[in-house]
């Protein structure tokens, strides 16, 4: 059975950080491109990020672009999504997905990221 269990989340203030996190299970994590999805409130789920499986190639969504960086670690199973100069519009249930793009694939039950003053 896939799991996928992310964490990190807060509160933050305009500009601030957070790192997310994810531990994977159920599958072998290091053969599989992995995702962070968000969905903000009344607003469908929106694809943030991909990240090969080795690593070694990640892609952004055009709103995060040189913001956010997503990072693996396959001897922990694990994913991570680092949040600099996190806005307002960055509010939303972040979601840990298996698979590197759209919106389709598993995910865990996710982690909420407050920016807010």
């Known amino acids: 059975e896939v799991q996928l269990v992310e964490s990190g989340g807060g509160l933050v203030q305009p500009g601030g950080s957070l790192q997310l996190s994810c531990v994977a299970s159920g599958f072998p994590f290091s053969a599989y491109g992995m995702s962070w999805v968000r969905q903000a409130p009344g607003k469908d789920l929106e694809w943030v990020s991909g990240i090969s499986f080795s690593g070694t190639s990640a892609d952004y969504a055009d709103s995060v672009k040189g913001r956010f960086t997503a990072s693996r670690d396959n001897a922990k199973n694990s994913l991570y999504l680092q949040l600099n100069s996190l806005k307002a519009e960055d509010t939303a249930i972040y979601y840990c997905?298996?698979?590197?793009?759209?919106?389709?694939?598993?995910r865990g039950q996710g982690t909420q990221v407050t920016v807010s003053s």
């Open positions: 997905q298996r698979g590197s793009t759209g919106v389709w694939g598993p």
